[in-house]
């Protein structure tokens, strides 16, 4: 288990914790990454243990609430609304992707070409 109690932290953390940490394990982490990173994601998410004592810090639930709030907005600004045709929504998808959208429009050749190919083909026929 990563390091220190978990006893602070609320039955519904803890359940969220195990969810996330089944998750990573099911996409292949091993058990001890998968609770290494849900712990921290719940961390992340609520501030912490919210049952009274511990460290001595004190943390209100409204500056954790903001700390939440911050970082949800971080996240959000990082993925900057792009428009799907963009180069840059196209450029982040996978070829498989594109090529599915590229046979949507009926480019004609789609089946040869690169992923680079497929952005531009995709960008000329708008």
Do not use: F
Not at 81 to 106: F, I, P, V, W, Y
Request: charged residues 30%; without cysteine.
């Amino acid at each position: 288990m990563p390091q220190g109690s978990k006893d602070k932290y609320t039955a519904e953390q803890k359940r969220k914790a195990q969810h996330i940490e089944e998750g990573y394990e099911d996409k292949g982490a091993s058990k001890k990454t998968a609770e290494a990173r849900a712990w921290a994601t719940v961390n992340k998410q609520s501030g912490g243990g919210e049952k009274a004592g511990g460290s001595g810090q004190k943390t209100s639930s409204t500056e954790k609430q903001t700390a939440t709030s911050d970082s949800a907005k971080r996240a959000a600004s990082s993925r900057a609304g792009h428009s799907r045709s963009s180069t840059t929504s196209l450029a982040s998808q996978t070829r498989d992707s594109l090529m599915k959208e590229a046979r949507s429009r009926n480019i004609r050749g789609r089946s040869t070409m690169t992923k680079a190919e497929l952005i531009d083909a995709l960008h000329a026929h708008g």
